[in-house]
Nanobody, 126 residues
Framework: VQLQAYGGGLVQAGGYLRLSCAAS????????MGWFRQAPGKEREFVAAIARSGYGPSTRVADSVKGRFAISRDNAKNTGYLQMNSLELEDTAVYYC??????????????????WGQGTQVTVSS
């Protein structure tokens, strides 16, 4: 499975962006999908995850973005999304999407994800 993340860009603080993660090669409905981000000089960190089809409407969001970011997916389009509202300077990072078939309890752990997109830059300015 190949993933391509896009939708990043430059936005002012308080603004919004929607990231997309398009998959090709096979359906991703049987995969959990996650979004991670990495700022310069920092470790890659978990942002949000959404469970695979049939698992229920399970989502998980990092405390740092709770109430501002929302994750969703459209299995018919083989695409996942990250809606980012009320963006803050601290949200500046490269954002990556990834998929995995491991246990949902590990869905916030980057090294449990098996397929990664190339990343899309999000820059929030003051």
């Amino acid at each position: 499975v190949q993933l391509q993340a896009y939708g990043g860009g430059l936005v002012q603080a308080g603004g919004y962006l929607r990231l997309s993660c398009a998959a090709s090669g096979r359906t991703i409905r049987d995969f959990h999908m996650g979004w991670f981000r990495q700022a310069p000089g920092k470790e890659r960190e978990f942002v949000a995850a959404i469970a695979r089809s049939g698992y229920g409407p399970s989502t998980r969001v990092a405390d740092s973005v709770k109430g501002r970011f929302a994750i969703s997916r459209d299995n018919a389009k083989n695409t996942g999304y990250l809606q980012m509202n009320s963006l803050e300077l601290e949200d500046t990072a490269v954002y990556y999407c990834a998929i995995t078939q491991i246990l949902w309890s590990y869905a916030d752990t980057a090294d449990r994800f098996t397929n990664w997109g190339q990343g899309t830059q999000v820059t929030v300015s003051s």
